[in-house]
């Protein structure tokens, strides 16, 4: 199993869209690395949800249920999406600023390439960030 950081401005769409869906395409990503990212999910692998913007931390866990497929929304065929479902909904959320103040942290692609909205995260990572 994999995990993975993936992330979204919530006035878009939010993890509590997410909720409520109880599924969802995640398209429209248009960088080669994150694409790349998207290729190598698996079905099962876990992903943290982010919300970008004026929030800045993660506020929930989803599932990959599908894995790649050509992005419907693309025309060129470049792109790839692949499908989520939510897990759960963090009781608190994790914020960029306490990430960046814990030295576990300091190797995470959040921090080191904060443009990037599909990023892969260590089992460690991962672990450490829920036990916060």
Known sequence: MNYWLVKTEPEEYSFDDLLRDGKV?????????????LKL????DQVLVYHS????????IAEVIKEYY????????????VELKPKE??????????????KEL???PLLKQSRL????????????????
């Open 53 to 60: 913007g004026k929030t800045k931390d993660i506020v929930g």
């Open 41 to 44: 999910m698996k079905k099962g």
């Open 70 to 81: 050509p992005d419907p929304t693309d025309k060129t065929g470049m792109w790839v999406v």
């Open 89 to 102: 909904k963090l009781k608190n959320t994790i914020t960029l600023t306490l990430i960046k103040n814990i």
């Open 117 to 132: 909205s599909v990023m892969p995260v260590s089992k460690k990572e991962f672990d450490f960030m829920l036990d916060i």
């Open 106 to 108: 300091n190797d995470l």
């Open 25 to 37: 395409i995640w398209d429209g990503v248009r960088n080669y690395q994150a694409r790349n990212n």
